[in-house]
C-alpha cells in the first residue's frame, strides 16, 4: 500500500492530426479532388486552414483526431467525474477481476498532506483499515476470485487508485479542457487535464494552440464564482 503518483502518457495519436484536420477542412472548401488537395496541404503550413476552420465554429473536421492516454495512479473519485465525458472510451483496471488482497495504492489529497506528516500517517492507517475490512470480506465471501471480490470492493474508498485508458477526438478534448483546466474543476481532474493538454500541444500544436479553460480564449464564464485569475491562467497556458 502506497502514495499514489499521477502519471499520464499519450500512447497513440492520428498521425500528424493538424495535417489531417487541415485537410477535412480544405476538403469543404474546394473544388480539387482528395490527391491534389492532400499535395496542397501537406506543402503548407496547417496552422492557418485549422485556425480558420475553428475561428468560424467549424468543429466537426477536428474530430478525424484521435488521441488515446494512459492514466495511472489516479482515484476512483476522478474516474466518477472522468467517465461523465460520454464523447469518449474507457478501459479501466477492474475492482471485479482484480483482487486487492495485496493491498491498493490510494490518493492523498493536497489539503490533508498540507496538514502535515501526521495526518499523512493518520490518512495511511484509515487506508489499512479499510484494506483490512476488505480482506475480511474477500475470505468470508469464499476468497478471492470474481464473485467475492466485487462485493468486497463496497469498503474500498474513494482514494483508491485505478488505472485506465481513455480515448477522445480533439472536439471532445477541446471541451474537456475547457472544463477540466478550469480553476473551478476539482484539483485531480484538474491536474490530469493539464498534463493531457501538455501531451496534445506537442502533438498537434496548431489544433491545440488556443485549447485551455474558456478564459484562455474569452472572458470567464463563471459568473460571480469566477477564480479571479484569468491572466495568471493565460500565462500558465501560453508557458505549457
Ligand atoms: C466544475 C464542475 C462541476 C461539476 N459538478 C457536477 C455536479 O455537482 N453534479 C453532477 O452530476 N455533475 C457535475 N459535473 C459534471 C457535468 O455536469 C458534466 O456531466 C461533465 O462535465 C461532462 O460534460 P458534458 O456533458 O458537457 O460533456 P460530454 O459528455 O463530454 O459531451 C460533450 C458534449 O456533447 C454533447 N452531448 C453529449 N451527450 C449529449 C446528449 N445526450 N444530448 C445532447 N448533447 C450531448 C454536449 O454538447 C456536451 O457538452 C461538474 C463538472 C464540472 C466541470
Known amino acids: 500500500?502506497?502514495?499514489?503518483?499521477?502519471?499520464?502518457?499519450?500512447?497513440?495519436?492520428?498521425?500528424?492530426?493538424?495535417?489531417?484536420?487541415?485537410?477535412?477542412?480544405?476538403?469543404?472548401?474546394?473544388?480539387?479532388?482528395?490527391?491534389?488537395?492532400?499535395?496542397?496541404v501537406e506543402a503548407k503550413d496547417q496552422a492557418a486552414f485549422v485556425e480558420r476552420v475553428m475561428e468560424r465554429g467549424h468543429l466537426s473536421v477536428t474530430e478525424h483526431a484521435s488521441f488515446t492516454f494512459a492514466v495511472e495512479g489516479v482515484s476512483r473519485a476522478l474516474l466518477a467525474q472522468l467517465t461523465r465525458h460520454r464523447i469518449a472510451s474507457f478501459s479501466v483496471q477492474s475492482q471485479r477481476y482484480v483482487s486487492m488482497a495485496d493491498g491498493f495504492d490510494y490518493v492523498v489529497p493536497p489539503s490533508i498532506s498540507a496538514l502535515g506528516e501526521d495526518a499523512e500517517a493518520e490518512f495511511a492507517r484509515q487506508m489499512d483499515q479499510m484494506h483490512a475490512w476488505y480482506c475480511q470480506w474477500q475470505e468470508k465471501l469464499g476468497g478471492a476470485g470474481e464473485s467475492a471480490n466485487q462485493d468486497a470492493r463496497f469498503v474500498l474508498p474513494n482514494a483508491a487508485a485505478t488505472r485506465l485508458l481513455v480515448t477522445m477526438n480533439a472536439r471532445e478534448l477541446l471541451h474537456f479542457f475547457e472544463l477540466r483546466c478550469c480553476n473551478r474543476a476539482q484539483w485531480e481532474i484538474r491536474e490530469m487535464a493539464w498534463q493531457m493538454l501538455a501531451c496534445c500541444r506537442e502533438a498537434a500544436p496548431a489544433l491545440f494552440a488556443h485549447a485551455g479553460p474558456a478564459c484562455v480564449s474569452g472572458p470567464c464564464p463563471e459568473g460571480k464564482n469566477t477564480c479571479g485569475k484569468a491572466s495568471e491562467v493565460r500565462e500558465k497556458c501560453k508557458n505549457l
Do not use: F, H
Open 1 to 40: 500500500m502506497a502514495k499514489a503518483k499521477l502519471k499520464v502518457i499519450l500512447l497513440r495519436a492520428t498521425p500528424d492530426p493538424d495535417e489531417i484536420v487541415a485537410l477535412g477542412a480544405r476538403l469543404c472548401y474546394a473544388q480539387a479532388d482528395v490527391e491534389s488537395l492532400r499535395e496542397r
